[in-house]
């Protein structure tokens, strides 16, 4: 994946994301899978491209390459743990933010990097898992997105962990968020795409 950090554009990973989907898409045909049932999983800055993936799939993002490109990049589903989701103060002092839109921003950039202002009624269920005291994107990036989902009436599920801070990955043994890897897979069944 091509990353801004590594002096490609802004819009490399999300461009590389959508490709990503598409070839996906038009993959699953040979290996006899749904093209129904794919979504995208992403952690931290990895949960702000998924989630801009969910939300603006056909952003057009890179010139087309190839028939591929008629596909969509919608996903079926987005799972967005401890995710980045607005670039928007008070909530604008991570590495994302500096990333895409620098650090003297205009509100134009800050509000078209934000993923909660591209939520609509045709973005995918959402899946966010986070915990309280997370000190790098803060709580009220999951409480953003799951408002955004509920005024767009886009089916989101939300798991808020006291403890644990960022980067939790899988989950430490004795910590309440290990949990979240049963409740994807369960939120995942009850939705028919595992």
Request: charged share 20%.
């Amino acid at each position: 994946m091509r990353l801004p950090g590594d002096g490609w554009p802004r819009q490399a990973p999300f461009a590389d994301a959508q490709r990503a989907m598409r070839l996906i898409r038009v993959q699953t045909r040979s290996f006899g899978i749904d093209p129904n049932r794919i979504g995208v999983m992403g952690f931290s800055a990895g949960g702000h491209l998924a989630a801009m993936t969910a939300a603006a799939p056909d952003a057009e993002r890179y010139q087309k390459l190839d028939a591929i490109d008629g596909e969509t990049a919608r996903p079926s589903f987005a799972a967005l743990l401890y995710p980045v989701i607005t670039l928007k103060p008070p909530f604008d002092t991570t590495q994302t933010k500096r990333w895409l839109v620098g650090k003297e921003a205009t509100a134009e950039d800050t509000r078209d990097w934000s993923v909660e202002t591209h939520v609509s009624a045709g973005m995918p269920p959402v899946f966010l898992t986070q915990n309280a005291d997370d000190p790098i994107a803060a709580i009220d990036n999951s409480l953003l997105m799951f408002s955004a989902c509920r005024q767009a009436k886009v089916p989101c599920e939300m798991h808020v962990f006291e403890k644990g801070g960022h980067g939790f990955g899988m989950g430490e043994v004795g910590s309440t968020d290990v949990a979240w890897p049963a409740l994807l897979l369960a939120w995942l069944r009850s939705n028919s795409f595992a």
